[in-house]
């Protein structure tokens, strides 16, 4: 087979360094790619964003299966104009990227579906938001509605603060047209687990659940960030958990997407929350989720080409999906100064890892022999093992094995696998 992976983040390489594995893989090409997915396959200087030119480079290259990473293209509707050419892509059409392009559809969605998700309001005018946030007293969360590149949420601490919000998403348009709607939503509190899910657009093959850290510091402190670690299976999500999700939020979502004349095919990544009053869903993604791809991936036994070309097929039926026993994590080194704004082409140095570790590129561009920085989150240092122990230990213990200047990453990615399991 011929593959395309779409995307440049650590996910892709992610993505890529699996492919790559598989005996069906004849050439693998990655637009735009980063510096370390040219050690699985060729980068190339395709523009995404153009579907004519993807097109164009898919025939020339005879590609026979397209994985389209991030969701810009996915809501872009790239998978619509390569399938209207006879392309086979993995991943949902624009119509069904809208489960994550927009969050006042997913909200409406999950409701007509009976789907726990907390309590909403959407609103497009900032005056009906402002009387509307004056009659909640209880802690909200507000949301633009559109792709913001995972900064669109905000978690306001007063009523000041979620009025100031509200006129920077209105007013200033800080999100852009992403904030032409907004929601408010009760905050909810429990923890997280990130549910990815394969799926041909009938049969649902849930991956092992992931846990992510998005916030900064250690300990769960600091701003915000688009992702500093993610660890696999999550011992939090029990098996009753995973059934319970997969009847009540996974089954629905699938059914009701294909009911609604918008089948999903690719991976639903569903944000879940473990309230005390049962899971309810944060999120729903398109997509693979980045950083818990980077996790989860060196934990899957089958082909995954096998499972991509099967969802494309519709056969996802008949592959046996396998996972390895044990557990993984992934570290992500960052550059001085993210989230706010990250410092770029510093050197970055490797030296050997053991065969149970890799390190997944993010924010990497190759120049002549050398590796630089190019973005915030740099590397994805992914160690996995028998057990989670062990995992954070090999990860940890290899952590000095890459370098570059002003390297920062949490030190307890991964710690709430080990508190869960004492
Ligand atoms: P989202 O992009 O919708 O997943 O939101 C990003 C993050 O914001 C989530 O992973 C949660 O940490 C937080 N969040 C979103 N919605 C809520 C909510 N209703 N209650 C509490 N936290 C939330
Ligand atoms: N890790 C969160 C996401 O991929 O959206």
Redesign the pocket.
């Known amino acids: 087979m011929n593959v395309l992976i779409i995307g440049s983040g650590g996910r892709e390489h992610a993505l890529a360094w699996k492919a790559a594995r598989s005996p069906r893989l004849t050439k693998l090409y990655i637009a735009p790619g980063n510096a370390g997915t040219s050690s699985c396959g060729e980068n190339v200087a395709v523009d995404i964003h153009d579907h004519d030119a993807v097109i164009h480079f898919c025939r020339r290259k005879q590609i026979d299966l397209v994985i389209v990473g991030p969701e810009m293209p996915l809501a872009g509707g790239l998978v619509d104009s390569l399938s209207a050419e006879g392309i086979h892509s993995f991943g949902p059409k624009q119509a069904a990227a809208q489960i994550e392009a927009s969050k006042v559809f997913a909200k409406d969605f999950m409701t007509r579906h009976y789907i726990q998700t907390a309590r909403y309001a959407a609103f497009t005018h900032l005056e009906e938001a402002i009387r509307y946030l004056k009659s909640v007293d209880r802690p909200i969360v507000i949301k633009a509605s559109g792709l913001a590149a995972?900064k669109g949420v905000i978690l306001p601490g007063t009523f000041e603060e979620a009025k100031s919000t509200l006129e920077n998403i209105f007013v200033e348009r800080t999100f852009g047209d992403a904030g032409n709607q907004v929601v408010i939503e009760e905050r909810l509190s429990g923890q997280e687990v990130?549910l990815m899910a394969f799926t041909d657009g009938i049969t649902i093959v849930p991956m092992l659940p992931a846990q992510?850290h998005?916030r900064l510091l250690d300990g769960d402190e600091g701003p915000n960030t688009?992702?500093m670690g993610?660890y696999a299976p999550a011992p939090v999500f029990t098996k009753a958990m995973m059934k319970e999700a997969l009847e009540t939020v996974l089954k629905p979502a699938i059914h009701g997407m294909r009911m609604e004349g918008n089948p999903f095919v690719g991976v639903l990544?569903a944000?879940l929350i473990l309230t005390g009053a049962g899971l309810s869903v944060l999120e729903f993604?398109c997509r693979?989720?980045?950083?818990?791809t980077q996790a989860v991936l060196p934990l899957l036994e089958t082909d995954l080409l096998d499972i991509a070309e099967a969802c494309v097929n519709q056969t996802l039926a008949d592959v046996d999906i396998r996972w390895r026993n044990g557990a993984a994590v992934c570290v992500v080194l960052a550059g001085k100064g993210y989230p706010e704004k990250a410092e770029s082409g510093r050197m970055i140095e490797f030296a050997p890892l053991p065969e149970n570790a890799v390190c997944f590129h993010a924010g990497t561009k190759p120049e002549n022999d050398r590796v630089l920085t190019s973005g915030g989150r740099v590397l994805g240092l992914t160690a996995w093992a028998g057990d989670i122990a062990s995992a954070i230990d090999t990860v940890y213990s290899n952590v000095t094995k890459v370098s570059f200047d002003g390297m920062n990453y949490r030190r307890d990615i991964g710690q709430r696998a080990l508190e869960g399991l004492k």
């Open positions: 995972g990130s992510d998005k688009g992702g993610a990544y944000g993604n693979f989720g980045d950083p818990e």
